[in-house]
């Protein structure tokens, strides 16, 4: 099998995962990178959706984060009010698992315009509950395609501000922050030259002295994604 | 339980210029209620919701809304709200003044709301520029600790309207699955509109069930598929391939307009 | 789940100084597990409980606490607490330091525990002597409408121990009936006992059931009939008459000393 | 039948409970004084209980505010602290039932202590829910005996200050707040003399010009009364 730069993207994503952990998830790409993972090598994550689903074990999935599958598997359901105050602002999350149409090199993230607030050139669609995901969970993943349409020197809006030690995964390698916070491109995903890295970013990206070839994704990795693509 | 047509519960609850929130978390959307304002032509209405998805598009798209105040506007795993931008981005059919928030900050509004609070404490926003663009996000101290956290006022809508899978004879309404704010919203609220998908004798009891007393509520609907394109869980399915079409539909403003016509009225 | 004696989680869970709150309003109070608090002779304790009644009357009276966090210190339908009286009043067993709320106060301290926040904001103490008296009473002024309200910090025991009806195999805990505050104490804790009439292999659903997953709870531990003479909803009923009982008991200071050792060992 | 005065005083507290509406209740005289309204002249009452339960419906009368009774016939159960915050403190509920251990002349209450706080000379059980009723419920009724150490010049303690308008029911009459909010007696039970609540009372109580005499309770109300204690 052959895998698209978008399942290197989403088998990269789960590979950060950790089992046991406990992972809120947004939907698209994080949801499916958190799935792969609970079905391959961690699969005593929690997963958490903002719709109130906690322990959810989607066979599918889902198109929204309020889907009936997320419920039918959950082992608790809880109002929108409680997954935002007793489960995520109270500090029990590991991992937040975010996407974003604009990121700047310290990790910061867009998700609301493009061009000015008062009169955007493009309406994204806001906030949702990324700014406190970003903040309360102690570790943040972000997974976006690369392009100098999202790696921006400069975000027009700051939607989220991510706290705790973090991971870009994208459709070309894999950035880390350095002490300083600064995201550093530590590796390539095969058949990917640094060189095209940096060119897809919109500032001068740091590139690590050693840089990495992403393991490719296994015929294991790829089979069960695709199967959950597929369900 | 009085018997009263959902025409007839939209045309005495809902009216102009009324800040009304339609909630339900992708699941439970109250989409035949929708659909009945746009019909009664309600106007300059300040709409009310954590999640604009189609029914807002719809509702923001004919027209009916001065205001919006939210904290994610999109169309769920498909994309872009095409009426919604295009009210954002050049004002038609009409500027569209928003109110923007994070789900946390919401949902703690309703709760405030519900609560008869002026306001919610949460630790949210902080380093953002929402707290820039939108002057209902402000700080309070701790008086315990000095820490400074965010506060946001109480929502407390004029009209709430939700969708439920069941109300008893009595006029108690029961949600299950995923419930989303949809108690907070019923309980902020002045006035209250909930549709069901059945009445029954007896409420059975399901994992996640919500029940909201009847006198929290002012009017119950038979609305059977009303939630629909989202579902009903343990009535219907959610129809995705509707919500990819409707990125089609919503993306030209003649197209959207003779599909309302057609299938709203 | 791991399989685990009650006398080994109280042994792993519960160590003497620690504030502790064990809960349930009435139904589900966690009696066996209080029991072998004794038992195990724990000393210097904070005890938290929003309704300290007859488990509470016999910690105290067994010397356990140090500290008393409550609002509401009686023998629900009968009258006084009297070991928490002698406390009190004399100083029986010992000086018993105490920290006195309202119900609204003490729930939303909880709320605050359970949320991650320092504080919490109610309407609440207005005029009356307790702000006087109790010093994590204060105010805060809401930032938008300028209104002074009431503050209160955050409780976040150290162990909340509760008892539920059932568990299933994983160690997700369900509630039903009457549930008070059982889910913020455990979500505010930062270590978690519950103890459970029975194992089950499914949760079935219940009218106004809460569940709890199992990440929530350090450990899960049976106790048929663990919530006696209080009761469990569906599985027995509360003794009413040991109530009554307990009152002549507990006024003499030999007689309860008597009773405790006949029947807690 | 004759009536005990307990039963007298119950039943001029129910007869207080208009038909229709929200009324917040506390164990004892008035959960028996709320139900038996319930039961004769108030069918459409709601009864809520601090223990959570919404549009109780109890045919005996529960020992504590937790009965399973009380969950096996309400409408909705809530949580402790979303009856506090979602009902009572949202302003929802017409009338507050409360007792208490010494009330003072503007019918402020006293459950805490006798005597010092510090050093008490009785130790009483504190505040419950009294004092967010007595400050959220739009109409406080009170109900207790009638003695000169119940009714105080001064509280030991203020537990719970009444806000709206009120009414106090005790054994020997009926006393209400004139217009400064000092309470006033303006009804005796039958076979009670006006020197009988003011010699029970521990201030100089003030006297309506005219006194009115309690309607004797009828045969119904007392059948229906002992029904609930009895079942």
């Known amino acids: ?231 | 339980m009085r018997e009263i047509s959902l025409a007839e519960a939209v045309a005495e609850l809902v009216r102009d210029g009324d800040s009304v929130a339609l909630e339900g978390f992708t699941h439970l959307i109250p989409v035949a209620a929708a659909h009945e304002i746009i019909r009664q032509r309600r106007r300059d209405l300040t709409l009310i919701r954590m999640t604009p998805d189609l029914i807002y598009d719809q509702l923001i798209g004919m027209g009916c809304a001065r205001k919006l105040v939210f904290s994610w506007g999109g169309n769920p795993g498909v994309g872009s709200l095409h009426r919604f931008r295009d009210a954002i981005e050049h004002g038609y059919p009409h500027p569209l003044e928003i109110e923007e928030h994070s789900h946390a900050g919401m949902a703690n509004r309703y709760v405030a709301g519900a609560s008869g609070l002026p306001f919610a404490v949460l630790r949210g926003y902080l380093g953002t520029d929402l707290a820039k663009v939108t002057p209902t996000i402000r700080t309070v101290t701790c008086p315990f600790t000095g820490e400074e956290l965010a506060a946001v006022p109480a929502l407390n809508p004029d009209v709430a309207i939700v969708h439920a899978q069941q109300a008893d004879r009595r006029g108690n309404v029961a949600f299950w699955g995923i419930t989303g704010v949809q108690k907070e919203v019923v309980l902020a609220a002045k006035r209250a509109l909930v549709t069901v998908e059945e009445i029954v004798d007896e409420i059975e009891p399901h994992h996640g069930q919500v029940v909201l007393p009847s006198i929290a509520v002012d009017a119950v609907v038979k609305a059977e598929r009303g939630a629909y394109p989202s579902y009903a869980h343990g009535y219907y399915d959610r129809d995705n391939a509707f919500y990819r079409e409707w990125d089609a539909i919503s993306r030209d403003r003649d197209t959207f307009a003779t599909w309302m016509r057609e299938h709203v009225g």
Request: with cysteine.
């Open chain 1, 1 to 231: 099998m052959t895998a698209t730069t978008d399942e290197i993207m989403t088998v990269a994503a789960a590979r950060e995962l950790r089992d046991g952990v406990l992972c809120f998830v947004g939907i698209g790409l994080p949801s499916a990178a958190a799935n792969l993972a609970r079905a391959t090598h961690a699969p005593n994550c929690t997963l958490i959706y903002e719709s109130g689903t906690i322990g959810a074990k989607p066979t599918r999935l889902p198109l929204s984060i309020g889907d009936g599958e997320l419920a039918d598997t959950a082992d608790a359901l809880v109002s929108v009010p409680e997954i935002f105050n007793y489960w995520l602002q109270a500090g029990r999350v590991d991992v937040g698992f975010l996407g974003a149409a604009q990121i700047d090199r310290f990790g910061n993230l867009n998700t609301t315009v493009v061009g000015d607030y008062a009169d955007p050139k493009v309406r994204l669609p806001g906030a949702g509950g990324a700014p406190e995901i970003a903040a309360s969970a102690k570790e943040v993943i972000m997974v976006l395609r690369h392009n100098t349409r999202a790696f921006v020197e400069r975000l027009s809006f700051v939607t989220s501000v991510v706290k705790g030690p973090r991971v870009v995964l994208t459709d070309l390698g894999v950035l880390r922050p350095d002490e300083t916070g600064e995201l550093v491109l530590v590796a390539v995903h095969p058949n990917v030259t640094v060189e095209q890295a940096k060119a897809a970013t919109g500032w001068d990206l740091r590139v690590a002295a050693e840089v990495a070839v992403t393991e490719p994704p296994t015929e294991k990795e790829l089979s069960v994604l695709r199967a959950l693509h597929a369900a």
